[in-house]
């Protein structure tokens, strides 16, 4: 049979993004794509940072349909039935090119648009079904009746990835290991984002929210700006939702928060577009998977490559990094005429020198450090409460304000034993 | 608004047959939590009361896995929808 260099699974980030840098060296690749195009089956946030990564996509992303520029970065503690906000911005952020927000329907379309003019063949709507193997090889994928060999598979086949489960690469999936992303694509036009996010045309904002948008579960909201869309969603731990007693119903917890005054304000008038969903892994380095194996090299998602920092969460650029990797490691193993996982062991090396394994590794405590209720329902009510309570201007005399300021922290915990412990305990993340 | 409103707005190719499988044996005699009727995003897993069964709508499915996940006894067999079937994000 006749191989080709390498077949990829999946047509999203890290798929395209390793077809791209294989074109560029000549090398014959297939992408396989189960959707109509490629990113008819992804879901983001979400943002692109691209600061981590400029060193190597090269002419990879010159054009791309970025939505907006983020230069507005928001947080907000949710209590109850009040909240604060921090509300960041700088020049840095307005000058440089830090990160952007994307929709992957049209990011990854545009990109696999422009592959296919380099002459790589990107074949929608067919499902990848199995591995070919050649004793303890990987040579090809099985798509329907169809089989692709190749020297190389790239696995870029998403969190779920069943490729990296058939090459037996992949860690059993544990609820505690992913949450749940629900996400609206909201329609506004472009001039109401522009004043309600107090941005200019194509700058936007990044919002994350904690607290009781997710009922103290592990988790959080998000709001970002697209040009003329709003992406508004939740995150939420798999395992937290499990361990809900009562049980709360997932959808209903998009709805509560889109109905928060806090988000109606921002969204009001607007008109949903979609309604989507996606697994997000959230064990960061503890749960990624085997790497690669003879044959077959696992991206992106699929390799579990995110990662929730607490105040950003991170994934795209990864899965672009880690495609650019592959396709070198792909093309080393041409050179040297060696496809099994002693030359392929080359794509994990890299990526250890680089952002990919390095961010990962030097957050690894902070999936564990996360699991708190801390963070997800006393801080996000305590600090609203104490500013309402500071703010409140009553009937009664006000008492004097650092009295008060200080009755309120002892009363509520904020200075107790465990919260100081945790405060002491962020040196170690 | 509703989520299955919502699901409306969606672009779904549906396939005649389902991509997710139940074992029904599974449900009856070793899952006590049932959480696949909460915490599917779409809302798509009922309790069939009369028969004992759960049923799911496949076609709104939003192909996340949160199912595939959560069912830790088992019982749902979840794979993607054959080529070109399933939703087609215009946004993501």
Request: net charge negative; charged share 25%.
């Amino acid at each position: 049979m006749e191989k080709i260099d390498v077949v990829i699974v999946g047509g999203g980030l890290s798929g395209l993004s390793c077809a791209y840098k294989l074109a560029e060296k000549d090398m014959q690749v297939i992408v396989v794509e189960r959707g109509d195009f490629p990113g008819s089956k992804n879901v983001t946030g979400g943002r692109l940072y691209l600061e981590p990564i400029k060193s190597i996509v090269g002419d990879m992303l010159d054009d791309a349909p970025f939505e907006r520029k983020v230069v507005r970065e928001k947080w907000s503690l949710l209590g109850e039935d009040n909240s604060i906000n921090i509300d960041f911005t700088s020049e840095k952020l307005r000058q440089s090119n830090h990160s952007y927000t994307v929709l992957r329907a049209h990011f990854d379309r545009w990109l696999s648009e422009k592959l296919m003019e380099k002459g790589v063949f990107v074949i929608p709507k067919y499902r990848v079904d199995d591995l070919l193997w050649e004793g303890d090889s990987i040579v090809g994928v099985k798509a329907g009746e169809e089989e692709i060999y190749a020297n190389v598979v790239v696995a870029s086949d998403g969190v779920l990835s069943f490729m990296a489960e058939k090459a037996g690469l992949k860690q059993k999936m544990k609820p505690k290991n992913y949450a749940v992303g629900i996400k609206e694509v909201i329609e506004l036009s472009e001039e109401k984002i522009n004043d309600r996010f107090n941005v200019e045309a194509s700058e936007g904002c990044s919002h994350l929210f904690i607290g009781d948008v997710t009922k103290g579960m592990f988790g959080g909201g998000f709001l970002y700006t697209n040009k003329e869309t709003v992406s508004l969603g939740l995150v939420i731990g798999i395992k937290a939702l499990m361990e809900k007693a009562p049980a709360i119903e997932a959808h209903a917890l998009m709805n509560a928060f889109r109905e928060r005054y806090e988000i109606g304000r921002m969204i009001e008038g607007g008109s949903l577009v979609e309604y989507s969903a996606h697994i997000i892994p959230e064990a960061g380095y503890n749960g990624i998977s085997k790497l690669y194996g003879n044959g077959i090299i696992v991206a992106g998602d699929a390799a579990g490559f995110a990662l929730n920092m607490g105040v950003t969460v991170r994934g795209m650029e990864f899965a672009i990094a880690s495609g650019i990797i592959a396709a070198e490691t792909a093309i080393k193993a041409k050179e040297v005429d060696d496809y099994s996982e002693k030359t392929l062991a080359l794509y994990e090396n890299k990526l250890r020198e680089m952002f990919v394994l390095k961010d990962l590794y030097t957050c690894k405590d902070m999936p564990g450090f996360l699991d708190n209720d801390s963070f997800f329902s006393f801080y996000p009510n305590s600090f609203p409460d104490l500013v309402e309570k500071i703010m409140w201007f009553g009937e009664e005399p006000k008492g004097r304000l650092g009295k008060s300021l200080w009755n309120e922290i002892k009363s509520n915990g904020l200075l107790s034993f465990k919260r100081l412990k945790e405060l002491y305990s962020i040196k170690n993340i | 608004m509703r989520v299955d409103e919502k699901l409306t707005i969606d672009a779904f190719k549906v396939d005649r047959e389902s991509h997710i499988k139940i074992n029904q044996d599974i449900c009856r005699n070793k899952c006590k939590n049932k959480y696949c009727l909460s915490i599917c995003p779409g809302h798509l897993y009922t309790f069939n009361q009369d028969n004992n069964e759960i049923v799911v709508e496949f076609a709104g499915c939003l192909e996340c896995g949160t199912c595939k996940v959560a069912c830790t006894d088992g019982a749902i067999e979840w794979v993607y929808p054959k080529g070109e079937f399933g939703v087609q994000y215009r946004y993501g």
